[in-house]
C-alpha cells in the first residue's frame, strides 16, 4: 500500500475506533494518564509507518504489540529496570462516568468493595497483576492480553488462574474481617 | 466410595475448565463435549458451582471498576486529532 490516500483511509479505518482501548491499556502500562498519551502518541506514529505491511486482520491486536513494543523503547531511553506495570491501581481516580449505583447505599458499598478489590489486585506479583488488570478490567481477549505482554496464550490462562484465585480469597478475608469487626 | 472418588475426580476435571466457560475467550474454547460434561457437573456439585459463582462475581466487580475509570474523553479526542494530523502528515 503506497498510496497516501489508501494509506490514510486504512489509518482511519483500523486505527481511530480503537483510540480508546489503546489509551486505556497504556494508562494500565505506565501508571499514568499523562505517560499514557505519550505512549498512545508513539505508538500511532508507529503504527502509521507500518500500515502499509498490516494486513487489515485483527487491528487491536496489532496496536497492541505495537504499543508493547513502543512502550520497551520507553522504559530503555526513561527509567530502565525501575518500571512495575500495573502498580497503583487503588490511586486511579474514577473520574468519569464514577456514579454507576442508584442510591447512596449501593453507592457506598461499591465503593467499599472496589476498594477491598483495587488492594487485592494491587497485592498481587506483578505478573499475575497484569494479566487480570489487561482481561478483567481492560477487557482485553487473552491474544489481545498476549500480544501486549508478549507471553504465550496460555501463560496468560494460567496467570489469570492464579490471579483470580488470589484475588478471591483476598476478598474472602475482606469479608471474614469486616464481618468480625 | 466410588461416587465420592468419581466427583472428585469431576470437580478436578472441572476446575481446569470453568475459567474457559466463564471467559468464552475465542482462543480457548470449550468442544461441546467438554461444555456438556461441565454443565452437568455443575447441575450438581455445589462447590464448583459455589467457585464458579465467586469467580464470575470478581469478573464482574472488576468490569465494573473499569466502567468508573474511563479516561478524560478531552484525551481521547486530542489523540483523534493527533492520528488525523500523522494520517494527514504526509499528502
Known amino acids: ?9 486504512a489509518f482511519a479505518e483500523y486505527v481511530e475506533p480503537e483510540l480508546e482501548v489503546l489509551l486505556r491499556v497504556a494508562q494500565s502500562l505506565t501508571g499514568s494518564w499523562s505517560d499514557a498519551e505519550d505512549l498512545v502518541q508513539d505508538t500511532l506514529i508507529r503504527a502509521f509507518a507500518g500500515i502499509g505491511s ?35 491501581l487503588e490511586n486511579r481516580t474514577p473520574a468519569f462516568g464514577s456514579a454507576v449505583a442508584d442510591n447512596p447505599e449501593d453507592m457506598v458499598l461499591e465503593q467499599v468493595i472496589d476498594e477491598a478489590l483495587a488492594q487485592a489486585v494491587g497485592a498481587l506479583d506483578p505478573r499475575f497483576r497484569a494479566v487480570i488488570v489487561l482481561v478483567d478490567i ?44 | 466410595m466410588i461416587h465420592a472418588l468419581r466427583t472428585m475426580i469431576e470437580c478436578r476435571w472441572s476446575a481446569r475448565r470453568i475459567q474457559r466457560y466463564i471467559d468464552a475467550d475465542p482462543a480457548a474454547p470449550l468442544t461441546a463435549d ?24 470478581v469478573k464482574a466487580s472488576l468490569a465494573r471498576l473499569s466502567e468508573r475509570r474511563a479516561p478524560d474523553p478531552v484525551r481521547v479526542a486530542r489523540l483523534r486529532l493527533q492520528a488525523q494530523r500523522i494520517s494527514q502528515g504526509e499528502r
Not at chain 1, 487491528?59 to 525501575?82: F, K, S, V
Open chain 1, 54 to 88: 498490516f494486513d487489515g486482520a485483527y487491528p487491536r491486536a496489532w496496536l497492541l504489540t505495537i504499543m508493547r513494543r513502543a512502550n520497551i523503547n520507553a522504559h530503555r531511553r526513561q527509567r530502565p529496570g525501575t518500571i512495575d506495570p500495573f502498580a497503583g
Open chain 1, 1 to 9: 500500500m503506497t498510496d497516501p490516500d489508501a494509506r490514510s483511509a
Open chain 1, 138 to 181: 481492560e477487557q482485553l481477549s487473552y491474544q489481545e492480553t498476549a500480544d501486549v505482554l508478549g507471553i504465550p496464550i496460555g501463560t496468560v490462562m494460567s496467570r489469570l488462574s492464579r490471579a483470580r484465585s488470589r484475588v478471591r480469597k483476598s476478598l474472602e478475608h475482606h469479608r471474614a474481617t469486616r464481618r468480625q469487626s
Open chain 2, 34 to 57: 467438554e461444555l456438556q460434561r461441565l454443565t452437568a457437573h455443575l447441575d450438581v456439585c455445589e462447590r464448583c458451582t459455589a467457585r464458579e459463582r465467586e469467580t464470575r462475581g
